[in-house]
């Protein structure tokens, strides 16, 4: 695996690639950056999750002349969450290289505005097809002097019906020019893609070893990114393991980590690469005597360090490779020791988990996000056993005399007095906290939520102006969204569980084709 400065970037680059906590390039990155840096065309295969933006960012950033006030880059994604994330991990990227300036455009915002900030001057322009059309129409995109076009997610793009919008785009641009494709699959018309505007591109694609993952149980929940770490919290109340790990992709996320469990009464400490070596013995140290119960790391540092009783493995991040995963999963379950795994998955990382399952042949299974009721009763459940433990073991005598004087006196049940020290012993609770919005069965696949929206075909909406309205709205990627059925007067749409609410949220004030909507939960038939 290589470091950064391996790569050969702009200084500029680099600073901001340390700022963000990148310790290591991924393994796209590692083999396209190369590639892209020389001008070259290239198709590279890799999901949402390896690091895919920066591994064409960077060079797309390299190849951009900061005096120079005209576009010259153009980013094509499906989606406007798309465009917007890249545009600030890009922005991020571009943090110390003054002068360039970086637009997501897209539908559904206004735009005048996105015009107002093109007249400004702008190097780099990261779209969905159908607005950079529209601005290319009128003549507030002008393409002369575009030098680089990415297709980021093609095969997304061609799902969503792009198809037509991306050549008209390809077919305006200059000759001398190159051209990036990236798609977590290749099918025939992604090729056809390639083959027609592509001219002899490099194939990337990270080449898998074999991999053995150890026998030992492995979760996965989907979780909304806002909640990570309450899920995390969740998780370690309901499992108490007495040393686990937690890994995150980045140093930031580290330590943010770290500060947030320490605020949450958790003995945790952090290990990344930033730290000198006296650090990382005393971290260790506090570890191995049990003065630390949760490490969190980076893929990096966890490399050096050896502990065999970990009880638990939580991947906050899901991998950008698989060859992580099972190095971390590895560090559970050694020496014959009963060993878990638990990861938690936001959005369509589930499809980076996916390949996880199928590269390294092993079954992560889905549990449901543990309610707050579910961690008190376990919680409750242990504290229980510990107390049944000294009722068997020890003599309770001097406590029984107490109790029986205390209980006369006051007029308290025996059941009364146990009730109240169990509460004592439960620490921290959750009363008070609202627990996540439960839609009950509304016929919907499992994981999903059905909702009923009062607009149909006698509207003459088309089902892609449902799906367009909700990725829009919500900022759902449009391949979240499940089964959509339309009658005449409405319709019905799927959305995953986590994010019904929030859907249903954003879709409060929305139009679809100009008429104001109601969504809302089905009712089971
Ligand atoms: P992407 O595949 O581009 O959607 O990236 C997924 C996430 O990984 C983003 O949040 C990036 O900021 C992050 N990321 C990209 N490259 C690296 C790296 N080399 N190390 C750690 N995180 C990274």
């Keep these: 695996m290589k470091n950064f400065e391996e790569l050969c970037l702009d200084p500029r680059i680099l600073r901001a690639v340390t700022e963000m906590g990148f310790e290591q390039a991924s393994p796209i990155q590692e083999q396209s950056i190369p590639i892209a840096i020389e001008g070259k065309d290239m ?4 999901q949402t999750g390896t690091g895919k933006t920066a591994a064409f960012g960077i060079p797309m950033l390299q190849r951009v002349d900061p005096h120079n006030k005209k576009l010259q880059a153009i980013v094509l994604c499906p989606t406007r969450e798309l465009a917007i994330q890249s545009a600030n991990e890009i922005r991020r990227l571009a943090k110390f290289m003054h002068g360039i300036k970086i637009l997501p455009v897209y539908g559904g ?10 007249k400004g001057g702008v190097q780099i322009v990261i779209g969905t097809p159908g607005r950079v059309i529209d601005h290319i129409n009128r003549h507030t995109l002008k393409l002369g002097m575009v030098g680089t076009i990415v297709l980021d997610e093609a095969d997304e793009m061609l799902n969503m019906g792009f198809r037509e919008d991306i050549e008209l785009i390809m077919e305006q641009l200059p000759e001398q020019r190159q051209t990036l494709l990236f798609s977590a699959t290749m099918p025939k018309p992604i090729m056809e893609i390639a083959k027609q505007y592509l001219h002899q591109p490099e194939m990337v694609k990270v080449v898998k070893k074999e991999l053995t993952v150890p026998k030992i149980d492995q979760y996965y929940y989907e979780v909304n990114p806002r909640k990570k770490n309450e899920v995390l919290s969740r998780l370690l109340d309901m499992h108490d393991p007495e040393l686990s790990l937690v890994f995150c992709n980045t140093k930031k996320k580290v330590d943010e980590l770290v500060e947030d469990l320490k605020g949450r009464g958790y003995f945790a400490a952090g290990l990344h690469g930033d730290m000198k070596q006296s650090q990382r013995d005393r971290v260790m140290n506090g570890f191995r005597n049990g003065r630390t119960d949760i490490l969190v790391a980076t893929d990096v540092a ?3 360090i050896d502990v065999d009783d970990v009880e638990a493995v939580f991947n906050y ?12 999963i590895g560090r559970t379950g050694r020496a014959g020791r009963s060993g878990r795994a638990f990861t938690l998955v936001v959005g369509r990382e589930i499809y980076k988990l996916k390949d996880i399952q199928r590269y390294c042949k092993t079954k992560i299974k889905r549990q449901p996000i543990p309610s707050a009721d579910d961690v008190t009763d376990i919680k409750a459940e242990k504290i229980l056993e510990r107390a049944g433990a000294i009722i068997e073991n020890e003599n309770l005598g001097k406590m029984i005399d107490i109790l029986e004087e205390h209980l006369d006196e006051k007029d308290y049940s025996s059941l009364e007095m146990a009730a109240a020290l169990l509460t004592m012993h439960m620490g921290e609770s959750f009363s008070g906290e609202t627990a996540e919005e439960d839609f009950g069965d509304t016929g919907a696949e499992p994981g999903m939520v059905r909702l009923f929206i009062n607009i149909g075909k006698k509207q003459r909406v088309r089902i892609g102006d449902i799906l367009g309205a909700i990725a829009g709205e919500s900022g759902l990627e449009g391949r979240l969204v499940g089964a959509i059925d339309m009658f005449d007067s409405y319709t019905f749409v799927e ?4 994010y019904a609410s929030e859907v249903i949220e954003a879709m409060r004030n929305a139009k679809i084709k100009g008429k104001t909507v109601n969504i809302e939960p089905a009712n089971r038939k």
């Design 495 to 498: 959305v995953p569980r986590e």
């Design 43 to 46: 198709i590279g295969q890799a």
């Design 317 to 328: 991040d899901v991998p950008q490779d698989e060859e992580y995963y099972v190095h971390r």
């Design 109 to 118: 915002q206004d735009i005048s505005k996105q015009i107002r900030s093109l």
């Design 302 to 304: 966890a490399r050096g």
